[in-house]
């Protein structure tokens, strides 16, 4: 069973999010918070898989809520507005494994849960790829270095991680196998320290090695 907890200052979000939620027998919603601070409290206390956490609320918002909640090991995925693209690109590097728009279909809700709760980030190729290029190119002064620790063949899968493949498009492309692409992968999170994909696809904007417009 995957445990759910809705942060999101709106009453009527919250009670359409547990109603889509509360109707699939691997999915429970085990608690609700007004706001950052209190969702802080709440994953404390309930230790939830994953958390919906929206980003504009009163007090702590959901950006500093997701700085503190990440080191606890509650996966956190952003919903949001798409007006609030620079938000999210925030919560990506906060640690966040993704995020959904808020007038996402009630399947992709599901599957974002269900995604976070195994450990990988949402980055469709679609939405996502498009606030990560528009936001993550600002690669600082010597940030190349972020990925001196990587292979040539780890940056040549970590490029096409950034652009949304996925493993078995990677291995496709590389002509390697699936098992072995995960391999590379799971290396390079030990390796630079990140959390999930999305982290990695941050990296490989801010390091220089991927730049928007692009391809793989």
Known sequence: MITVLLADDQPLVRAGLRALLDTEDDLTVIGEAADGREAV??????????????????????????????PTGARVVVVTTFDLDEYVYEALRSGASGFLVKDAEPAEIRHAVRVAARGDALLSPGVTRRLIEEFAARPASGSAHLLAPLTAREREVLARVAHGLTNTQIAEDLFMSPATVKTHVNRMMAKLAAHDRAQLVVLAYESGLVRPGHSA
């Open 41 to 70: 409290r709440e994953v404390a206390r309930l230790r939830p898989a994953v958390v919906l956490m929206d980003i504009r609320m009163p007090g702590l918002d959901g950006l500093e809520a997701t700085r503190e909640i990440v």
